[in-house]
């Protein structure tokens, strides 16, 4: 029996020179703590008093917090390992630094709000709970206010770089089709009119193109007849070279042999039909305007009845008909008043015979 009592006191003390010589491969449990259950290792039990128990611990929990402290039992930081502790700002929450390090901290004194930064340059709101923006006002690259701006849309602004509200309000739609939707003839005419990028009305484009064929759609296009003023006109065009020179009314014919437009004369079968008007003035191998069919106002005719022929005068129309045998006698149209002529000529040509 007192054998035994020898080799357990043999073992106990082998047992208790280990734990003095690994240090922290053991744990020391402060004798008058104030918390619950606080330790610290062999080598530091001399510092483990009571009236430091608790201040390491808060020390510890707020090193922790600010990335300062490791926590794996090095603590206090060794000088080499552990965070970093950041710069702590506070002010009036509009008036953050713009580029804070990383992990600054900034204290909002006129709202709730705590920022910390985890990328150069950029805050993120860590309290109360919602991280990163919760309204698009938020963002960094839109709006910062809605004010006075309902029913505008949003567009990417000229840099291009953030978006922007355009000023422009499209609030009706219509459905095309099954889900197709575009914006109606109002929203087109309300977006022209505040940014003036477009023509409103057709007339605003002087030489407008097609991209392709007009399409009717049983509709109809409409030429003005109430033509106000001398030397105005409304009907189809057509852009040819004419051969000699031409002036605002003159009424033209095909010319084979030149392969240009010149002036009628219906003394002779060769210059007639005439199926042109010009409505510039050009010279021998300049393009001219012309009109093909339609109504044209010239102050200088003076008609007495409603069929318009062809004239004996060079490039005229009369309402007088030829009457002398070997002259040409050619309807180009219909007159509406002394002045303004419906010009649609035709084709056929008769000569006056004896």
């Not at 929990?61 to 970093?84: E, F, M, Q, T």
């Not at 355009?166 to 940014?195: H, Q, R, W």
């Not at 033509?227 to 084979?256: A, I, K, P």
């Not at 005068?313 to 002259?327: E, I, L, M, N």
Request: aromatic share 12%; glycine share 10%.
């Amino acid at each position: 029996m007192f054998k035994k009592r020898i080799l357990l006191g043999i073992i106990l003390s082998i047992i208790l020179l280990a734990f003095s010589i690994s240090g922290f491969t053991a744990y020391y449990k402060y004798t008058q703590e104030s918390g619950t259950n606080f330790y610290v290792g062999i080598d530091d039990k001399a510092d483990a008093l009571e009236d430091t128990n608790e201040l390491r611990q808060i020390i510890d929990d707020l090193g922790n917090l600010l990335g300062h402290s490791k926590r794996d039992d090095l603590y206090p930081k060794n000088g080499i390992y552990g965070g970093y502790l950041g710069r702590l700002n506070y002010g009036l929450d509009d008036s953050k630094p713009a580029a804070p390090a990383v992990n600054d901290v900034y204290l909002a004194t006129d709202t709730t709000k705590v920022y910390r930064c985890f990328m150069f340059g950029n805050w993120l709101e860590i309290y109360p709970g919602a991280a990163g923006a919760t309204t698009f006002l938020e963002l960094t690259d839109t709006p910062a206010s809605y004010a006075g701006k309902a029913g505008e849309i949003l567009r990417v602004n000229a840099t291009p770089d953030a978006v922007e509200f355009s000023g422009v309000g499209i609030e009706t739609i219509l459905t095309v089709g099954s889900d197709a939707k575009v914006p109606t003839s109002k929203a087109i005419n309300d977006f022209c009119e505040t940014t003036k990028d477009y023509m409103q009305v057709l007339m605003d484009d002087t030489v407008p193109y097609l991209g392709g064929h007009l399409r009717l759609n049983e509709k109809c296009i409409y030429i003005n007849a109430d033509l106000t003023s001398d030397h105005t006109f409304s009907g189809l065009l057509d852009y040819q070279v004419v051969g000699e020179s031409v002036v605002f009314g003159d009424l033209l014919y095909f010319d084979w042999a030149t392969k240009r437009w010149k002036k009628t004369d219906a003394d002779y079968a060769g210059m007639v039909p005439g199926l042109r008007i010009a409505i510039d003035t050009a010279s021998d191998g300049q393009v001219c305007n012309m009109l093909a069919m339609g109504y044209i106002r010239v102050d200088d005719w003076d008609f007495t009845g409603a069929m318009i022929y062809a004239s004996t005068a060079t490039g005229g129309v009369t309402s007088t008909a030829p009457s002398v045998a070997g002259q040409q006698l050619q309807r180009v149209g219909v007159a509406k008043s002394a002045d303004i002529l419906f010009f649609d000529p035709s084709i056929d040509v008769g000569e006056i015979k004896p």
